[in-house]
């Protein structure tokens, strides 16, 4: 996954909002994002504003740290084979397309037999 992006700042970023018009509430949820390249660990935190008449009424934090670590597609085939799973498939993005080693965001179908 590509965790190493300009976006991991550390600034609060509108990410959503929805408005209910006949009762004149609006929910807004913000997000931001640290990185730490050499630990390869990503941290989230979502704030969630209630708005009533366009006044915040209330404010919901949630903060997850670490939220996301970043492994590399040898790194992740090696975790699986470790781990009992044959058949394993690589996947560039969320395509049919086979993974490289250039991706930075794959997925992997595998199987685990019976034991």
Known sequence: MDLDKEEHT??????????????GVQVRRWGRMTYDPAARIESTEDRYDLLRDGVIVETEHHSRSPATR???LAETIAMLKEAGYTAIRAHSNFSSRPATIADRLFCLLAE???V
């Open 10 to 23: 550390g600034e609060w970023v509108l990410a959503a909002e929805a408005a209910d018009g006949e009762n």
């Open 70 to 72: 970043s492994y590399t």
């Open 112 to 114: 685990r037999p019976w």
